[in-house]
């Protein structure tokens, strides 16, 4: 486990992702994608989602180490703490907690997330934020990452509105978790 991130903000006022993507890619992203990600302090947002988990055994005992979320159309409510160079995502599905820790690694984001740890690069177009696993470890072991080349993990926004989807399969196993929906900063309307 990392007490310490690799790299620490060179400007206060830059946000985690405005680091690992860079200002001008930052500045490109869709609005709503740039006010999810460019807060400070803690920030929370709400919306709907929409989870799928694979039946497979080692998808259940997978998802289970992860602590990803169970099936099922649900509220979801996501609250961001930013401090020190780190950000913890409190990420509730209906009432299923899902939590992780996201920072900086050299050019790349890291985040912790039950007994696994990821290694993203974040590529941005006009439209997406695309996340692009480079690493996975469980339990600090590095797993092979051809095993995670059916890993989608997308932002966008939708007028207003911030979009998600991750969708997750791996080979001889078939689908691990899917979720897709939407967020809104609270106090903001539909």
Known sequence: MDAVPDELPSAQSASLFERVLGPAAFAALPLPVQALHGGVGRQCWQ???QVERGRHPLAV?????????????VPVTVTFDRAAGR????RQFGTHVMASTLWQRRALLRERLGLVTFDFALAQDDATLDWQVRAVRALGVPLPLRWFGGV??????????YRFLVDVRLPGVGLLVRYDGWLLPVGDDD
Do not use: I, K
Request: no cysteine; glycine share 14%; charged share 25%.
């Open 87 to 90: 950000e913890r995502w409190h």
């Open 47 to 49: 919306g709907q989602g």
């Open 61 to 73: 005992l997978m998802a289970w180490a992860a602590r990803l979320p169970p099936t099922g159309t």
């Open 152 to 161: 989608q993990a997308r932002e966008s926004a939708d007028g207003a509105r």
